[in-house]
C-alpha cells in the first residue's frame, strides 16, 4: 500500500463531463505533483504545488484545472477533455516545497482516466 | 540537455541472473539521482536513489553506480527473481533554478525474470 491515497481508481467519462481527482498524503509532505503518464512511457510533469501554492504548471491546457486545499490535499478537476487525454494521472508528494532541495517523490497509484 | 538517456529499452534474464540498466544525462547541474520500479496498474515505487558524493550505493539486491565524470549511473539486480519483472525507470533533478527537485524521467527499461 502506497502512502500517497489516490481516488477515484478508475474514471471513464465523457468529453462534456466535469469531474475531479483527488489525492490525499498524510505524511507531512509540503510539496505535492501532479503528473501524467501515457502507456510504456515515463511520467510527465503537469503541476506542482510548494506550500499549498502552484509553483509549476507545465503548460498544461486549461482543460486541467487543479486545486491545493490544504497540505495534506490535492485536487485536479477535469471538464471538457479530449480522448487523447485518456492516461493513468499519478499524484506524487515531498518532504519539502521549492527552496527545499532534491527530496525523494513518493507517489500513488494514480487514477486510470478514458475519456469517450 | 535535460534529458537522461535510458538502455536498453527490454531486458530479458533468467532467474538469479544480474541486469544492468544504464542512464546517462548532460546536465552537469543534477544533483539526485532515484531509481523508480513500476508494476502494471501500479504507480512508480522508489527504488533506491543516490547523490554524486558517492560511487555506489547498495540497499539489499539493487545496486546504483554512480560515475560522475562520465555522467553516467546504472542499476543492478542481484540474483534477479521473477517478482522483480516491472518496469524501472531512472530519472534526474536538479538542486536549484526554476525547476528545482523536478525530476527528469530517463524512457524506461522493461525487465522480464524467466524462471
Known amino acids: 500500500d502506497t502512502e500517497v491515497t489516490q481516488t477515484p481508481k478508475h474514471l471513464v467519462m465523457g468529453m462534456t463531463n466535469k469531474k475531479s481527482l483527488k489525492c490525499e498524503q498524510h505524511?507531512?509532505?509540503?510539496?505535492m505533483y501532479w503528473y501524467k503518464q501515457k502507456a510504456k512511457k515515463p511520467p510527465e510533469l503537469m503541476f506542482v504545488?510548494?506550500?499549498?501554492?502552484?509553483?509549476i504548471n507545465e503548460s498544461v491546457p486549461s482543460r486541467f484545472s487543479p486545486e491545493c486545499p490544504n497540505s495534506s490535499l490535492l485536487n485536479l478537476h477535469l471538464h471538457a477533455l479530449q480522448p487523447e487525454d485518456s492516461a493513468l494521472y499519478l499524484c506524487?508528494?515531498?518532504?519539502?516545497?521549492?527552496?527545499?532541495?532534491?527530496?525523494?517523490?513518493?507517489f500513488g497509484d494514480g487514477t486510470r482516466l478514458s475519456i469517450l | 540537455q535535460q534529458q537522461v538517456k535510458q538502455s536498453p529499452q527490454s531486458l530479458i534474464v533468467q532467474k538469479g541472473g544480474i541486469p544492468i540498466i544504464n542512464c546517462a544525462y548532460e546536465?552537469?547541474?543534477?544533483?539526485?539521482f532515484p531509481w523508480y520500479q513500476q508494476f502494471p496498474g501500479k504507480g512508480p515505487a522508489l527504488l533506491i536513489a543516490?547523490?554524486?558524493?558517492?560511487s555506489e550505493k547498495k540497499e539489499g539486491r539493487f545496486t546504483i553506480s554512480f560515475n560522475k565524470s562520465a555522467k553516467q549511473f546504472s542499476l543492478h539486480i542481484m540474483d534477479s527473481q521473477p517478482g522483480d519483472s516491472a518496469t524501472y525507470f531512472c530519472?534526474?533533478?536538479?538542486?536549484?533554478?526554476?525547476?528545482?527537485?523536478?525530476?527528469?524521467f530517463g524512457k524506461g527499461t522493461k525487465l522480464s525474470v524467466k524462471p
Open positions: 506524487a508528494s515531498s518532504q519539502e516545497g521549492a527552496g527545499g532541495g532534491n527530496q525523494p517523490q513518493h
Open positions: 505524511m507531512g509532505h509540503r510539496a
Open positions: 504545488y510548494s506550500y499549498e501554492k502552484l509553483s
Open positions: 546536465n552537469t547541474a543534477f544533483d539526485y
Open positions: 543516490i547523490r554524486p558524493d558517492v
Open positions: 530519472a534526474a533533478s536538479a538542486n536549484y533554478g526554476g525547476s528545482q527537485g523536478n525530476l527528469i
